[in-house]
């Protein structure tokens, strides 16, 4: 796990200097403090920031072929890297080193950008070829790696992290309104966009070339489901299923470092943990976040009973309402992009305690969105039946529901209200929002007539029908996990699984999302995930005969963080004096009578939580990225 940075000059006669690279690196310095390099060719230049997990003594980056033809710099591991190294050997390819990075020089030598589909693991990378003056740039399929990129009419720049490119003062920093209403809309910036108009994120399962003066961007994977596997019982699934974890888990235990387990007490993560700990004569670590206080609920019994279970060396932590605020800043400078994932706050104290003892960790996430695992999978699909049966009163039907939901504060029957007789992408946004949530139910009251005026061109549903075209043919449920895929898994789970897992430079590898189980998955029948009110069944049923019954059956929590009670609690005058402060209302985007009257509303009921965190998170994301950014805060790594 590293950190990437480059830039090309369009004009050969233009050269990059080697500040201009180390500029860019020092914002990134967490995600590989082991070590960093710097390659420069006329005008272009490439960057690298070491975290050492494979051939810790000989895999300095960037790194050359042997004729220092073609070089890269790589940020992510490749699982299979041993048996393409056989291959190359066997085609004739020369190896001066035992790492991945290697591997994936001699397959690009061999063939070219088809070289993308021979890799299986987590990756952004960038090839410069020298020959051709070629840079090629690439993500992952299912985008666990980060890649940001900003074209000029001089320049291409290519980062892991978005403040990586700002760094150079040549970038602007102008702040782009269509992308900060989307987030109000999906609690996220889902797609190419980020709230800079000068910077994009690079898709999952695309790459980019540039060369000869002109960039392209294509796409090389994107998931299909198939239903190939229906005509083989459920109980033949589920011991392929297990058998594929295994290798997989196996896999990605690769390392030449201690490889520990964040441990949640969830099926995910104790089935990951299950094949961890076979095949090593060493105690495996594992680690837990907790919350203490009444009426919170608190995954560390469980993730006890699973570390009981399989006997490894647990450790755990709880945190507290003040240890969440103070993080906060921290958290919106490594998340970058404005997310609403108060969950990261956790994960940074868990990832800083695992960080003491491990360099990997292993974690469950994926789980849900590959098998399923979400409540409002089965709730959609019984909003479906009920919409078939009312035929043509499903519309009205759902209206009368959700207003009645709306006026008795039943966020389900407004949801699901709404989804009654109408097609999925005017009412499934993703598994993290719905056109029923505060911002989009009441945008024209709280924003400001100048912010709606400038974003008028903004339309969740119309991205969605747009993103659902291929899958218009698909079962409701496929669609809405093909939906879930592409926009809240890489652009929400993800930023914060890489981003805050990096902050204490320590890398975080997810099985469950490794390509070959998600396209198994895809493959199956909406039956074998879900069946009436049971989510996640095939993966459940594989380790039914393994995994403590209580954490089998325990009812879905996520990662319950009680940052309700501390916004309207102990963090409640702070938080007023952020968001009500003259230099947040100046902003223009919301009402500030409307954001009194929500932390009123809160105060009293306790039901808008991610609403106000999410305009905390952006006040916090203008002080550090659009205002003035002083060189000390570029250079912060903690």
């Known amino acids: ?167 150079d003062p040549a970038v602007s920093r102008e702040v782009h309104a269509p992308a900060l209403r989307r987030f109000f809309s999906f609690s996220y910036t889902p797609g190419e966009e980020t709230p800079l108009k000068s910077v994009r994120k690079l898709l999952p399962g695309h790459y980019l070339l540039a060369e000869d003066g002109k960039t392209s961007i294509q796409r090389y994977w994107d998931l299909q489901f198939t239903t190939e596997r229906a005509e083989r019982s459920f109980e033949e699934v589920v011991e392929e299923l297990y058998g594929l974890l295994g290798s997989t888990v196996r896999d990605h235990m690769i390392a030449d470092v201690p490889v520990g387990v964040l441990l949640s007490g969830g099926v995910d993560s104790s089935a990951i943990l299950s094949f961890a700990v076979q095949g090593t004569e060493k105690k495996v670590k594992t680690f837990t976040v907790g919350f203490d206080g009444e009426q919170v609920v608190d995954e560390r019994p469980y993730a006890r009973l699973a570390a009981q279970r399989f006997g490894t060396e647990h450790h755990d932590l709880s945190i507290t309402a003040e240890d969440f605020w103070n993080f906060l800043p921290n958290y919106v400078w490594h998340m970058e992009e404005p997310v609403c994932e108060p969950p990261a706050v956790a994960l940074y104290y868990v990832s800083k305690l695992a960080r003491n003892h491990v360099k990997v960790l292993l974690s469950g996430e994926g789980g849900d969105e590959a098998f399923a695992g979400y409540p409002n999978y089965p709730n959609m699909l019984r909003a479906e039946r009920i919409g078939h049966a009312l035929g043509p009163l499903a519309r009205p039907a759902g209206a009368m529901a959700a207003l009645a939901g709306s006026l008795v504060g039943i966020e389900r029957a407004q949801r699901y209200g709404t989804a009654l007789g109408r097609p999925l992408a005017e009412h499934y946004f993703s598994r993290a929002s719905f056109p029923t949530t505060y911002f989009n139910r009441m945008a024209g009251r709280f924003f400001t007539p100048e912010f709606l005026k400038a974003t008028t061109s903004v339309s969740a549903a119309h991205s969605m029908a747009k993103l659902l075209q291929p899958a218009k043919d698909w079962k409701l449920l496929d669609q809405m996990l093909y939906v879930d895929t592409k926009t809240w898994l890489p652009d929400d789970l993800l930023v914060k699984a890489d981003k805050i897992t990096m902050a204490n430079s320590l890398e975080l590898r997810v099985p469950l999302l490794d390509h070959k189980v998600l396209e198994f998955a895809a493959s199956l029948p909406p039956e074998y995930k879900v069946r009436g009110h049971e989510t996640k069944r095939a993966l459940k049923a594989a380790f039914a005969r393994i995994l403590p019954q209580e954490i089998l059956t325990r009812k879905k929590v996520g990662f319950p963080v009680p940052y309700s009670d501390w916004l309207r609690g102990p963090l409640a005058a702070r938080v007023s004096d952020v968001l009500l402060s003259d230099r947040a209302v100046s902003r223009g985007y919301c009402q500030r009578k409307q954001v009194e009257n929500l932390l009123k509303n809160h105060a009293r009921t306790g039901r808008y939580p991610k609403e106000i965190f999410s305009l905390l998170v952006i006040e916090l994301w203008h002080q550090q990225f659009a205002d003035t950014m002083p060189a000390t805060t570029l250079s912060r790594a903690g």
């Open 1 to 167: 796990m590293c950190g990437i940075a480059g830039k090309l000059f369009f004009n050969p006669q233009d050269r990059i200097t080697r500040a201009e690279i180390d500029m860019m690196l020092g914002p990134i310095a967490h995600r590989g403090p082991d070590s960093q390099g710097i390659f420069l060719d006329r005008n272009a230049g490439l960057g690298h920031c070491r975290l050492s997990i494979i051939d810790v003594g000989g895999g300095g980056q960037p790194m050359a072929n042997e004729d220092e033809t073609v070089w890269i710099v790589f940020n992510g591991e490749i699982y299979n890297f041993q048996s393409l190294r056989e291959d190359l050997i066997a085609r004739g390819h020369v190896f001066r080193s035992r790492t991945d990075t290697e591997v994936i020089i001699h397959l690009y030598e061999e063939f070219g950008p088809e070289c993308l589909r021979h890799l299986q693991g987590m990756f952004a990378f960038a090839i410069w070829d020298k020959k051709c003056r070629r840079l090629f740039v690439a993500r992952d399929r299912v985008g666990i790696k980060p890649l940001y990129y900003c074209q000029t009419a001089r320049a291409l720049y290519f980062a892991s992290e978005l403040k990586s490119i700002i760094a």
